[in-house]
């Protein structure tokens, strides 16, 4: 839990020093059709911090597997950022999510809590050590989004480096 | 160039931000044999500051093609990062950065500069303008890595969420 708190407490921060006063162009950009921007992926970290994470330990604390989670809307942030700036998609991201660490602490979840069950309306039983778990891998797998598609606006203008560089030749290595 | 250099500017804080504090586990932990730790990230891109952004477009500007740059070592780190700790890495790597973004503008490279040509070891003729983009898109590449790294540190809690975790699965999406 506290490791999984630490990461959490930073990820606002983190987007925050990589993302705020950077040209409109990187803000904007995206990896093609039907692909994500910066500020698509703030508007629906917002979205996880207001439906998914900490609703969805309330209902396994409280209701366990007897209650599915609400399906989660991939794409509410395209209503809800609409007109919005950067900058206060920022500041309302580091808001909920330390509102959101409040409330995880007032839960005061014990080793035992961590192994109960909740359903998922997809992926069925899951436990609650999982979704934070996921909570935690969600911010990273974002973060990962994000420098990719600034560092994909300069797939050509690296030259010949496109080989050695993994964020634009698509590899993991 | 003002756009590379705003991401340029933005690295140290961002991975301080992510990094610095976080318990021993997440900082020394790697993805298998052969792969690196965020600790050992953090040397490697100290030993670009010091040996490949800045000096290579030195010997562009001064040399041009008519001196190949001295080829870089990845491994450096291993040995220069040994028995530091990461916070010391961090304000170095920090340091060096704003020196080497100093340095950057007295260079007071023009549009027609950014089309000079200089000589890589393997990849053969390439320009300034392209060793300044894969300045920018290597940090974020090592951004992700990070991110990473730390994600697979849950690869099994996530338990069912696994396959809708692009950092965990491995695709990029």
Excluded: C
């Amino acid at each position: 839990m506290a490791e999984a708190v630490a990461i959490l407490t930073r990820t606002p921060r983190t987007l925050d020093d990589l993302l705020r006063g950077l040209p409109d162009g990187w803000i904007a950009a995206n990896e093609g059709e039907n692909t994500w921007s910066p500020f698509d992926v703030i508007g629906h970290l917002i979205h996880g911090e207001r439906t998914d994470w900490i609703p969805r330990a309330r209902i396994i604390l409280e209701h366990g597997e007897t209650r599915a989670f609400e399906k989660f809307d991939r794409f509410a942030q395209f209503a809800d950022s609409s007109g919005r700036t950067l900058a206060s998609l920022l500041d309302e991201f580091a808001t909920l999510r330390q509102a959101n660490l409040r409330e995880l602490e007032s839960l005061r979840v014990s080793g035992d809590d961590l192994d109960r069950r909740g359903r998922h309306p997809e992926l069925g039983t899951v436990t609650l050590r999982q979704l934070l778990a996921t909570w935690v891998a969600h911010d990273l797998d974002h973060v990962v989004q994000i420098s990719r598609v600034i560092a994909r606006q300069y797939s050509d203008e690296v030259g010949p480096w496109r080989d050695y560089l993994r964020i634009i030749s698509g590899t993991q290595g």
